[in-house]
């Protein structure tokens, strides 16, 4: 095993290529559009176990300089009343690795300025239409075809092309599609929101009566926001082109009778929100053929409520190198790895489908979710989540 094409030039597949590196192994990353740092809008906690994953690579720092702490969370019902505090799982390290917050296109660029700096080639407008397993007098060889009608050939091919994965198809065509949760997650910022009173380094969550909302202030004083909005799964495509004013009536107008900040900071933010369609993949039966595999979302989608969808992609590019280094063989390697990872990470998935169902309905009182994790959850509770250690 020399060379592997990845597929996918997001955080997971950028993780993976780096991790391989250190394994030995080289890479070549495959976008398919034309440009990265895509979802510019959006932002995520990554949690101390996918932090010392990164570790693991040497490629923390980036990740920590551009990211600000998330200590502990604080639970509000719909009438204002202060509900509990916790600390945020993974906050009790006590190593400088405890959970941050970042933008999702901030993520992605320092992960691949660190995989650039490394001599990693990145090709992009590169998509992924095809893959075949050839014989030849040095055993197996895989070779992916892309829509421009170009090709590329390695000794195994890695999807990291998330939860819309052309891999996941090829590696089986009867694979599951993406099911949609029942919530669109919508996502803003705003600066004039100063009077209003937020603990620093917590995130404020609020179960509204018809929706579920968080939010978190910078350091710069600017408030991050998102709100678990119900309702139909709307036109991928159309998403972006929605205009904000939409969104901030929608969700605003959900939490208008609520006694509490959510509708005075949506209707504080301008025109920085962005909505997303919500899914999951309870299980994906087939990760692998012989020179094919899937990971991060691309083999097991977690509604965004655990907030673990990108630490779970670094864990996953850091143990599949690991095996690839230390099995003889690509199909030997992808068998340890899915025996690694797959009840792990379903166990995430399960946990965060719960957690969406208890904030669909809007529902207040005491959060005591000991099955949930990140955003919304304890730390003594989720040792077997963020206490997670690779041992390279």
Not at 13 to 30: H, P
Not at 36 to 59: K, P
Not at 188 to 203: E, H, I, K, M
Request: charged share 20%; proline share 6%.
């Amino acid at each position: 095993m020399t060379k592997a094409l990845i597929i996918g030039g997001g955080i997971a597949g950028a993780v993976t290529a780096m991790a391989l590196q250190k394994a030995g192994i080289t890479s070549e990353v495959f976008e398919a559009y034309p440009t990265g740092a895509d979802d510019v809008g959006a932002f995520l906690i990554v949690f101390a176990n996918g932090l010392e994953a990164l570790r693991v690579i040497d490629a923390h720092g980036p990740v920590v300089d551009h990211s600000f702490p998330a200590q502990r969370v604080e639970f509000h019902g719909n009438d204002g009343a202060r509900l509990g505090e916790r600390p945020i799982a993974g906050t009790e390290q006590g190593d400088g690795l405890g959970p941050r917050t970042l933008r999702r296109a901030t993520l992605y660029q320092v992960l691949h300025a660190e995989a650039a700096r490394r001599g990693i080639p990145v090709r992009h407008g590169k998509r992924l239409v095809g893959a075949e397993t050839v014989a030849t007098a040095g055993g197996k060889r895989v070779v992916a075809t892309f829509a421009d009608g170009s090709s590329a050939e390695g000794d195994l091919l890695i999807g990291a092309d998330g939860l819309h994965s052309v891999t996941r198809t090829l590696i089986d065509p009867a694979a599951p599609q993406p099911r949609y949760t029942g919530q669109n997650t919508v996502c803003g910022y705003t600066r004039d929101a100063a009077d209003v009173p937020l603990s620093p380094d917590t995130y404020t969550m609020i179960f509204g009566k018809r929706a579920f909302f968080g939010c978190t202030r910078a350091p710069d004083g600017e408030v991050w926001w998102f709100a678990n909005v119900p309702g139909t799964e709307l036109d991928r495509t159309a998403l972006p082109a929605t205009p904000s004013d939409v969104w901030r009536a929608r969700v605003a107008g959900l939490f208008a009778d609520d006694d509490t900040v959510a509708a005075t900071l949506v209707r504080a933010t301008g025109d920085r929100i962005i909505a997303s369609n919500a899914y999951d993949i309870a299980t994906t039966p087939t990760w692998h053929t012989d020179t094919m595999v899937v990971l991060g979302d691309a083999a097991h989608a977690a509604a965004p409520n655990a907030a673990q969808g990108a630490s779970m992609a670094i864990e996953d590019g850091v143990v599949l190198a690991k095996c690839l280094r230390d099995q003889p063989d690509p199909q030997s390697a992808f068998s340890a790895y899915e025996k690694l990872r797959r009840d792990r990470v379903e166990k995430v998935v399960a946990a965060s489908a719960g957690m969406a169902k208890l904030t669909a309905a809007g529902t207040p009182g005491r959060p005591s979710r000991p099955e949930g994790a990140g955003r919304g959850s304890g730390a003594g509770a989720d040792n077997w989540l963020t206490g997670y250690r690779i041992d390279w």
